[in-house]
């Protein structure tokens, strides 16, 4: 059906016809599901509704135009009670009272009430009812089975898997959308495929099966021209990138998503994972230290997604998390607490493990010890809500925080734990983050040289995905290791030991300019006094003056620095 867009007169018209009232809902439907931007806003849409019932009380389909437009708005007892509305009209339509069609009549009551339990499932399901959308999913698979609706089944099973209740293995999740496949059913068969890329990935399969599922779920999205579908894969793919920690690629199908040809008569999708993928180029931006881009993509998505949308608090939450993240790294914690608070309404998790880490910064030691132990036992827990990447990132925090009190060593089972869960799951970045943990224990034990060797067969993976802070934190711990090692080793030659008192100085050159970039000062201010004491062990060698005009340099750097940025509380020369 051609969607042309409605002449301005119809729109704001008070008497539809029937035809000019099915023209209109068509096109309003098709608008909402694919750019909301292009439909009606949410007040004259329902009051063009209101009109339509007044001139066609018996069109059902305007009550369940009314159903969508609630949902847009959030409004659950008004999208119920418009849902409730259209499926009584539907059971019982006008004109069916002879006794000659009471059969059909029957037939289309029967159908009529399991779809309804369906879409009230739907309903409950966004709005976060789990217990709710329970109830009406196995009301629904009843009639259902009654009456041998295996379509009606297959939806069943596709909310059932979003809601984790359906956890018969793989093989069964393979069986369903091949059955999919049988009924002509593909977006199903892609849903069928999604929820397999998610249970193998959020297990330890092969991320090679994982992404080979994605890929023939996007194949049949383009078979068919489903954009909304072929949207949502590619960003679907982009987080189970993130998930593994390749951080480029998660870039690549983010920019895949804001490309695609998915032009409708001029207007293009615009729904929620546009908006995700909007959020991952933001922040990839912030990781970089480039926070007016982050700013600039963010203000777009605010226009693109209002804050009455659902897909607001994808954006709400990427804003708060760049916020909080700048406000730590540039000490302004009173402005971090501000962010966590506004974040924990819109990311609930993520405001969780945040708490600890301001909570740290704060010298709140104890506090944050509890606040993270805690938060390690729900991931511990059976059926936890938590992946294993949040798992990782808990343990990984923890250690961080033995190493804020001077106990290191502690922090041994913390790491080796996250590194070898990184592993069983594939998470190449977190595993890399760990790698550097445990090297940090090392060189702290007085084992340099092996700690630098552990780095090195990391720092590749780092370079390519980790933020700038991360690689600036890392690239300073193996500056130390190399002057470490050069202090340990006392058979090195004064050349050997001068070229790497000199790669170190150039490395932690790097290391100032990275923590510059994303506003990590009070970082800076450590890095800084580190380069200024490399060159004041290269004075003893060469070009004297050279090494003390730079350690001069780094310290007027570091003075500047410290007047705008003072260390208001003890604290390590460089904490992992």
């Not at 867009?5 to 439907?29: C, D, G, R, T, W």
């Not at 006794?99 to 399991?114: D, G, Q």
């Not at 489903?226 to 870039?251: N, P």
């Not at 100032?512 to 009070?522: D, F, G, K, M």
Request: hydrophobic residues 40%; charged residues 20%; proline residues 2%.
């Amino acid at each position: 059906m051609e969607n042309k867009i409605l002449p301005v007169n119809l729109i704001l018209s008070n008497v539809f016809s029937k035809k000019q009232a099915e023209y209109f809902m068509a096109h309003q439907a098709v608008m909402l599901g694919h750019n909301q931007a292009e439909a009606l806003p949410p007040d004259q849409l329902q009051q063009s509704i209101k009109e339509i019932l007044t001139a066609n009380p018996d069109l059902a389909e305007a009550h369940f135009l009314s159903y969508m437009n609630s949902l847009r708005v959030k409004e659950y007892c008004t999208a119920l009670h418009n849902l409730c509305h259209f499926f009584d009209r539907k059971a019982c339509p006008p004109g069916d009272s002879s006794p000659s069609k009471s059969k059909k009549s029957a037939l289309v009551e029967e159908i009529a009430m399991r779809y309804a339990a369906l879409n009230l499932a739907s309903l409950q399901f966004r709005f976060g009812n789990r217990e709710e959308c329970k109830e009406a999913l196995q009301e629904a698979i009843m009639l259902a089975q009654e009456g041998n609706d295996q379509v009606c089944l297959q939806h069943a099973l596709v909310w059932l898997n979003l809601l984790g209740e359906s956890h018969s293995g793989v093989a069964q999740l393979e069986r369903s959308f091949k059955k999919t496949i049988d009924l002509l059913l593909p977006n199903l068969t892609v849903h069928g495929l999604n929820c397999i890329s998610k249970d193998l990935g959020m297990g330890t399969e092969k991320p090679s099966r994982v992404i080979y599922f994605f890929t023939q779920s996007n194949l049949i999205n383009c078979m068919h021209s489903s954009y909304g579908m072929m949207a949502a894969g590619c960003a679907q793919r982009a987080a189970m990138w993130h998930y593994y920690g390749k951080r480029q690629l998660c870039s690549l199908d983010s920019h895949i998503v804001l490309h695609l040809e998915t032009s409708i008569n001029g207007v293009y999708y615009n729904g929620q994972a546009v908006c995700i993928a909007m959020c991952n180029l933001a922040q990839q931006h912030a990781d970089l230290g480039d926070y007016s881009a982050a700013a600039e993509i963010l203000s777009h998505a605010k226009q693109q997604f209002s804050a009455s949308t659902s897909e607001a608090d994808i954006w709400q939450a990427c804003q708060q998390r760049i916020a909080f993240t700048r406000a730590l790294y540039t000490g302004r914690l009173k402005d971090a607490e501000q962010a966590l608070v506004n974040l924990q309404a819109v990311d609930e998790p993520e405001a969780k493990i945040r708490q600890g880490i301001l909570l740290r910064e704060q010298g709140k030691a104890t506090q944050a010890f509890d606040c993270l132990v805690k938060l390690l036992a729900e991931c511990d827990k059976d059926k936890s809500e938590f992946n294993a990447d949040f798992r990782c990132r808990v343990l990984l925090e923890l250690s961080s925080l033995y190493f804020s009190r001077g106990e290191s060593t502690s922090a041994v089972l913390h790491v080796s734990d996250c590194v070898a869960q990184a592993e069983r799951h594939h998470l190449e970045l977190l595993e890399a983050l760990a790698t550097a943990h445990l090297a940090y224990i090392q060189l702290n034990m007085g084992l340099p040289k092996q700690a630098l060797q552990l780095l090195e067969t990391r720092l590749l993976r780092v370079f390519t995905h980790c933020s700038s802070y991360d690689k600036a934190r890392v690239l300073h711990l193996y500056a130390r290791c190399k002057v470490g090692a050069v202090k340990s080793e006392a058979s090195g030659t004064p050349s050997e030991i001068t070229a790497e008192l000199q790669s170190a100085a150039s490395l932690m050159l790097m290391v100032t300019t990275l923590y510059h970039s994303v506003e990590a000062h009070l970082k800076e201010k450590d890095a800084l006094h580190f380069q200024a004491i490399i060159h004041h062990m290269l004075m003893g060698g060469g070009n004297r003056q050279h090494h003390q005009e730079e350690r001069n340099r780094c310290a007027r750097q570091f003075k500047g620095l410290d007047r705008l940025y003072p260390t208001l509380g003890p604290g390590g020369v460089c904490l992992l």
